[in-house]
Nanobody
Framework: QVQLVESGGGLVQAGNSLKLSCAAS????????MGWFRQAPGKEREFVAA????????AYADFVKGRFTISRDNVKSTVYLQMDGLKPEDTATYYC??????????WGVGYDSWGRGTQVTVSS
């Protein structure tokens, strides 16, 4: 099992930045990739970004390309999401996820461990 704990959320004004962190514990050596998802009130959860543990290959949703950057620190078993140029529509609960199963699949599917989320609110 892998446990995930997110931190770094908060209230910011549009145009500002936040950096989210996701600390993993447990069987972290088995993690193949980690991702960030978000869910706004009344909307479905959506993929934001992901990174593979061994080679740092990344993927982003179109709506965050050029604004958000995902990175990892394998020594600390932590993944980060640097969010710049925040917009009110980025307001959501952000969740960290881990996938222990390598193999061909889409970047937004196949995750088997989830954190409880951290709230990000962007005011206009």
């Amino acid at each position: 099992q892998v446990q995930l704990v997110e931190s770094g959320g908060g209230l910011v004004q549009a145009g500002n930045s936040l950096k989210l962190s996701c600390a993993a514990s447990g069987r972290t050596f088995a993690i193949y990739r980690m991702g960030w998802f978000r869910q706004a009130p009344g909307k479905e959860r959506e993929f934001v970004a992901a990174i593979r543990r061994t080679d740092s290959i990344t993927a982003y949703a179109d709506f965050v390309k050029g604004r958000f950057t995902i990175s990892r620190d394998n020594v600390k078993s932590t993944v980060y999401l640097q969010m710049d140029g925040l917009k009110p529509e980025d307001t959501a609960t952000y969740y960290c996820a881990a996938d222990r199963n390598p193999g061909p699949k889409g970047w937004g599917v196949g995750y088997d461990s989830w954190g409880r989320g951290t709230q990000v609110t962007v005011s206009s």
